[in-house]
């Protein structure tokens, strides 16, 4: 017998056959893969990674739901479950090399994906399903509405892709709205020195913590107006690699 989602922890289990079939296709997983599963839930997804892939991490905070996937998994000693919150996991501790996969609750996804970029030394390729909404600010371009401080600092460390939308009919229990499943692979070079990254994340704050504020009025205390090259635009009309000349120069 299913065991029924927990509100508390935010579970929305993914049940459509056919989009499980089809995030399977799209992560290309190999026998050389090495996979990181954040919410392995019932397994309807692990079940299918196992046998593609050459070792399996099924992270489930869920202690109930790790009984259900160890006898469903049985069959596979190569799958490690994991009875842990992912933010505390030390993914130091895992094989370098992960792909991440992951339908995780909506409210913890900022602070997972900030938690996957601290290792991301060891991340080749993360996919994740997020509400259409977040996907809009992880791929927000300059001048939209969506654009802000964490577009900057996910384009800056990763390169994200809409793969495709799902719709909320394939979860249960059923969420407000549609998600979409994104493919976000790592950048290896780092485009600042580490001293300049700090620099840089702090002028995008600063920037985007007073959007409605000229650059020179929101940036004053860290930037001279005349060093701005346009100290009248608003934080939105800069590009990342506008910031990034910007701390350069």
């Known amino acids: 017998m299913y065991l ?6 935010g579970q929305n289990f ?10 399977i296709v799209a992560t290309g997983l190999s026998f050389d893969d090495t996979v990181l599963e954040i919410g392995a839930g019932r397994g309807e997804l692990t079940q299918l990674i196992a046998p593609r892939t050459k070792k399996v991490y099924a992270v489930e905070i869920d202690s109930s739901l ?8 049985k ?3 190569h799958v490690e479950i994991i009875p842990q919150d992912i933010l505390k996991l030390d993914l130091e501790n895992l094989d370098s090399e992960l792909k991440v996969i992951g339908n995780i609750p909506y409210y913890l996804t900022t602070p997972i994906l900030r938690h996957l970029l601290k290792f991301r030394h060891k991340i080749s390729l993360i996919y994740i399903s997020v509400q259409k909404e977040f996907a809009a600010r992880i791929l927000a371009k300059v001048g939209t509405k969506a654009y802000g401080a964490f577009s900057c600092f996910m384009q800056y460390y990763t390169k994200p892709e809409n793969l495709f939308i799902i719709k909320r009919t394939c979860f249960w229990p059923v969420p407000k709205v549609d998600s ?17 990254e700090k620099l840089l994340f702090r002028v995008i704050r600063q920037a985007f ?3 409605r504020k000229t650059l ?3 940036l004053k205390k ?12 608003r934080p939105e009309d800069l590009s990342l690699r506008d910031f990034i000349n910007l701390i350069n120069s």
């Open 4 to 9: 029924k989602p927990k509100k508390r922890l």
């Open 14 to 23: 993914l049940i459509d056959p056919n989009i499980i079939k089809k995030i």
């Open 66 to 73: 790790c009984n259900t996937l160890r006898q469903r998994l």
């Open 75 to 77: 069959d596979y000693p």
């Open 180 to 196: 979409c499943f994104l493919k976000i692979k790592i950048r290896k070079k780092p485009i600042l020195p580490s001293d300049k």
């Open 209 to 211: 913590s007073q959007r």
């Open 216 to 218: 020179k009025n929101s």
């Open 222 to 233: 860290i930037i001279p107006a005349e060093k701005l090259p346009h100290p009248n635009l």
